[in-house]
């Protein structure tokens, strides 16, 4: 399925609550996060410490992220469908990815700080 529909934005994956985010973050638990909307919507506001990789770019760009395989990966984006598709490439490639439920939406309708930098 990874290989020809790896872009198919419904089916379930593993996710993460923005609370629970938030409080593994606060714990400085080692996550690897990942923002997949644009480079335009990333800059509007995203949670700090994130790298931004387009979901059409996840692919081609993995291996130069150099992600940590004993780390896990968790996949943004603004309400949760562009993040499935990147969830299963990472887990594809072997990573404990999971996504934020209900992306950004969620992270800010529970008034969590982000960044704009």
Do not use: Y
């Not at 638990?29 to 990789?53: M, Y």
């Not at 598709?85 to 982000?114: C, E, N, T, Y």
Request: charged share 20%.
């Amino acid at each position: 399925m990874i290989d020809r529909f790896w872009w198919w934005p419904f089916g379930s994956v593993p996710e993460i609550p923005a609370a629970d985010l938030k409080a593994r973050l606060d714990q400085r638990e080692p996550l690897q996060l990942i923002d997949v909307r644009s480079a335009g919507e990333f800059a509007a506001g995203h949670i700090k410490g994130v790298i931004n990789v387009p979901v059409n770019q996840l692919r081609s760009t993995l291996p130069a992220l150099k992600l940590d395989p004993n780390r896990p990966v968790i996949a943004i984006c603004a309400t949760a469908h562009r993040s499935p598709p990147a969830v299963r490439v990472l887990r594809h490639a072997g990573f404990d990815a999971k996504q934020l439920q209900s992306g950004m939406v969620a992270w800010q309708r529970a008034k969590l700080p982000i960044t704009k930098k």
